[in-house]
């Protein structure tokens, strides 16, 4: 299911990199393509996005400090950068950002480890989650109607599932 936490963002006028990432995408996010680092910043900031590849063909001046922006407003998202051209300096500066580079010609597998490794990172499997409530019921005594709120709450249920599954009504999810 996508959710608000599961937003990549990609700033490139490339369609053949946006192709990639929308592959590798697939349903797992809420893919957000647009063509300038201006436009970017909301959608990377609010809600929070998990990953962000930025096309340095579309970016005016230079890219260090534009990374550097994003970066300070968004300190844990995820980032690559695809350089034109591949400078010693450029290396040597985006490296302290904690952003990824590529260098065209674009290898299209490294970009889909990317979107992988961003969509899997800091994330547990349905199974795990499952076993970390039941672990979690357990030791603090928690109700079924406890329990039964988790899914919504960590995102793994939209409320309208919740309602249905529940069999209750939007009014008696909001009165909790």
Do not use: Y
Request: charged fraction near 20%; glycine fraction near 6%.
């Amino acid at each position: 299911m996508k959710n608000v936490e599961s937003t990549f963002v990609v700033v490139s006028e490339d369609e053949g990199l946006v192709d990639i990432v929308r592959a590798a995408v697939g349903d797992l996010a809420l893919l957000q393509v647009v063509r300038s680092f201006a436009e970017a910043l909301p959608l990377v900031t609010t809600p929070p996005a998990c990953g962000v590849i930025v096309d340095g063909a579309v970016l005016r001046g230079q890219p260090v400090p534009q990374l550097a922006r994003l970066r300070s407003q968004s300190p844990l998202v995820n980032i690559l950068f695809v350089a034109v051209e591949l400078r010693s300096s450029l290396l040597n500066d985006i490296q302290p950002l904690r952003v990824e580079l590529l260098a065209r010609p674009l290898p299209g597998q490294a970009v889909e480890r990317f979107v992988k490794r961003t969509l899997s990172s800091g994330r547990l499997s349905d199974v795990q989650v499952g076993n970390w409530i039941e672990h979690l019921a357990t030791e603090h005594k928690l109700s079924n109607n406890d329990v039964a709120l988790f899914p919504l709450v960590l995102d793994r249920e939209t409320p309208e599932h919740l309602c249905a599954r529940l069999n209750i009504d939007q009014a008696a999810l909001s009165r909790g």
